[in-house]
C-alpha cells in the first residue's frame, strides 16, 4: 500500500493510467494499486484494465489473477 501510494500520488489529468509490475507473484502490488486508483476517484473498471502483471510461475500467476478478480469483483 505504500508503494502504491508513492508511486500514484495523484491521478494524471487525461492521460491513460497504466501500471506494470514485470514480477507480480501473487499480485500485492496490482492489488494495492487498484485499491489506490479506486481511493483517488478513478472509475474501478478503468483502474481493473490499467493493471498490467507479468509472472513466469503458473501458481502465482493464478493467484494473481485470483486475487485481482476478487478485488474487482464488487465493481462488477
Known sequence: DVLAAGAIPVLPNGEQLRIIDPAAGAGNLLVAAYRRLVFLGADPTT????LHGVELDPAARELCVLMLWLSAAPAG
Request: glycine fraction near 0%; charge should be neutral; charged fraction near 0%.
Open 47 to 50: 483502474s481493473a484494465y490499467a
